[in-house]
């Protein structure tokens, strides 16, 4: 404590000193540091390597997780379970994490409601994924389904049950019996409609028998890369301003989505892909980004989440003639079809003029046939959130509802481990030290397309596995390497400069110039021209970038600074969303040209393989991109990976050869 108190001492005397770029009334207006280190006080000590003007504390854990959602919390506690002395840096209280707004619930073959098997659930998924999820992956992903939904309801989250007091499953999309062949599974785990919320709790809930170091409100900006080795990450504490260096020997990255690159989503405003971006600078690649996933149902105007659980409870969309249209689009699921099958069904209704409301521009998600007592148990949120943002009482009119960007299939390349990989000479390297899970990372159990339900099982399964990999591999208490004196310097010379930029657009002008083209540009249907034209603004919005200003000179909960480092996280997200779009000359999952409709694989698979010659890797599209960002002109370059076909285990469970997706 001694020590803590000596620091403390020494920083509350510090003047920060001022750049030339500082006006006056900053000087002026100027007030001592007075900072508290917070976490494991014995790891902890303070530095002046790479900065005089900003306070900067060294911290030394066995690992550290960046983002404190489903997969952080899942990630951190698995570790400090496993003997780890483990951080939690995270821009949010733990509580606040967008795996809060979750709706649905979370897919497990439990067998509950009918018969079940996880191999039907493994079908469905790659099914889902339009062949371009990583079987291997996949497999784990859904044998471990069952133990880790028991595993929630042992740690006590409180799922909705059967009259004989068993888990309730409801039908949601995408989801099948006997491999496509038996109808309709009931699959999907959930706490009436209120699924994330119950689980983001549990888990946090849970978090607290173990000694995690939580860092909260810290916002990670980078990490620390040495030699390709990942030897931690620095953050701000955005409640004093001071600089944090976290030496750790293993580093999990749980930031979730890039959601708000769109002007219209369900995400938090907080979901600007940090993690992506972090990886991004590193010189790392992202895969797969051109994958974007519209929910069906956001409501018309407002964007809010209507779960997918509407539908699965029975719910149906209707045009304007008040015709259940999906019957025509997808005669089996009917409304149950995958995401991406919906989304574009409902804006072909639209565009065809059999669209609702003065402007025929949506929609209408019925529920108002269904028994009130039904909507008052399993969709009491919807009901409200309905009443809220579209005045709608759901048990006498419809919900006027559009497609809205909710998911991103794409993120940070990884094994079933968890491991960070990259892509060179044809063969998958990992990144030593780096792991990532949840929406950030990109395993690739989704593919082109994730089906509902199987965003909050990728949570747990892939912040697990994590924490299960390092334990695999390391010591709790091994030495950290030495790191250099001036590691993280560039972060720190970035911030300096964001906080005294003085150009000419504001940071929220540059946003909306970058959300607006991402909407219009890369939306449900895509075509080259738009695409190219997309392309052309984006990198012209991320030159803008060096003509930002910001209003705010201080340092304690500087907002405005916070936004616009977010604001450099979402430009690299976006670019590379767009261009991995503008050059995937296809339609696959969420991604639909329509200049390119079909789907373009080794084989052709709407005919026999007998006697067609497989296409060479360059000519055909069944593959991973691998995007790289020059953080400082924008440039994008992409690679391509080839997908894994094959289960970890052929005997247990065969692999599922591509054929023609329909539902």
């Known amino acids: 404590m001694a020590s803590v108190r000596a620091a403390s001492l020494l920083l509350s005397r510090a003047v920060l000193p001022h750049t030339k770029a500082a006006p006056a009334s900053v000087v002026q207006g100027s007030r001592n540091f007075h900072f508290s280190i917070y976490g494991k006080k014995k790891n902890a000590n303070v530095s002046d390597d790479i900065s005089t003007q900003y306070p900067v504390v060294d911290h030394e854990f066995d690992a550290v997780v960046v983002g404190a959602g489903g997969a952080g919390l ?62 291997d992956a996949i ?23 059967t009259e004989d007091g068993r888990i309730y499953q409801r039908a949601f999309g995408g989801q099948s019996l006997k491999y496509g062949k038996g109808g309709q599974a009931h699959r999907c785990c959930c706490v009436a409609d209120r699924t ?11 978090s607290l028998r173990y000694d995690t170091s939580y860092f909260v409100e810290y916002f990670a900006l980078d990490l620390l890369m040495e030699n390709g080795e990942c030897k931690g990450v620095i953050a701000l504490c955005m409640e004093d301003g001071s600089i944090h260096r976290f030496r750790a020997q293993n580093t999990v990255i749980a930031t979730g989505g890039y ?6 989503c369900t995400s938090a405003h907080t979901s600007t892909g940090d993690g992506n971006a972090m990886v991004t600078r590193a010189g790392l690649p992202c895969q797969d980004m051109e994958f974007v996933q519209f929910h069906p149902t956001g409501i018309y105007g407002a964007g809010c989440l209507i779960t997918e659980g509407c539908r699965g409870e029975g719910g149906i969309l209707i045009n304007s003639e008040g015709e259940r249209f999906m019957e025509r689009y997808a005669p089996n699921a009917k409304d149950l079809a995958s995401r991406d099958v919906v989304s574009r069904s409902m804006t072909i209704e639209i565009r065809e003029g059999r669209g609702v409301g003065p402007d025929k521009d949506h929609v209408y998600l019925q529920l108002h046939h269904l028994p009130p007592q039904q909507l008052a148990t399993r969709l009491p949120g919807i009901s409200e959130t309905a009443m809220i943002f579209a005045g709608v009482d759901v048990t006498k009119e419809p919900i006027p509802v559009l497609p809205t960007v909710h998911y991103n299939m794409g993120g940070i390349p990884t094994n079933y481990k968890g491991q960070v990989i990259t892509h060179t000479n044809g063969q998958d390297k990992v990144v030593p030290g780096l792991y990532a899970c949840g929406e950030a990372g990109c395993a690739s159990v989704h593919g082109a397309n994730r089906l509902g339900a199987n965003s909050l099982l990728d949570l747990v399964v892939f912040g697990r596995a994590c924490a299960l990999t390092i334990a695999e591999e390391h010591k709790p208490g091994e030495k950290l390497s030495p790191l250099m004196p001036n590691a ?6 970035n911030l300096d400069k964001l906080r005294f930029a003085n150009g000419s657009m504001r940071t929220s002008e540059i946003r909306i110039n970058m959300q607006k083209t991402m909407q219009n540009h890369a939306a449900v249907f895509r075509t080259g021209s738009i695409l190219k034209e997309g392309c052309d603004k984006m990198d012209a919005i991320y030159q803008a970038m060096e003509d930002i200003k910001t209003f705010d000179r201080g340092i304690v909960w500087n907002t405005d600074l916070v936004e616009s480092l977010e604001l450099q996280n979402l430009m690299l997200n976006a670019v590379q969303t767009i261009h991995s779009a503008e050059q995937r000359t296809e339609s696959r999952g969420a991604h639909a040209r329509e200049d390119f409709k079909d789907r373009i694989d080794e084989y052709d698979y709407s005919k026999p393989l007998q006697g067609q010659e497989k296409k060479p890797f360059d000519q055909h599209w069944r593959k991973h991109t691998m995007s790289y ?29 591509p054929a023609i997706r329909s539902y």
């Open 139 to 161: 497999h784990y992903m859904t044998e471990q389904a069952p133990a880790a939904v028991v595993e929630l309801e042992n740690f006590g989250m409180p799922f909705s049950r």
């Open 629 to 657: 960002v020059d953080s400082k002109t924008g440039k994008v370059t992409l690679e391509y990976r080839p997908v894994i076909d094959s289960s970890l285990n052929e005997q247990d469970c065969a692999h599922v050869p």
């Open 196 to 206: 994330g919320h119950s689980l983001l709790h549990t888990l946090y809930g849970r």
């Open 488 to 493: 993280g310097e560039e972060s720190v010379a």
């Open 74 to 135: 899942r990630a951190a506690f698995g570790l400090s379970e496993a003997g780890f002395n483990t951080a939690c840096v995270t821009k949010l209280f733990p509580t606040r994490s967008h795996t809060v707004a979750a709706q649905g619930g979370i897919n497990a073959a439990l067998g509950n409601m009918e018969e079940d098997d996880w191999r039907w659930h493994f079908y469905d998924t790659v099914k889902g994924s339009d062949w371009l999820g990583d079987q």
């Open 259 to 264: 959601g708000r690159t769109y002007f219209s």
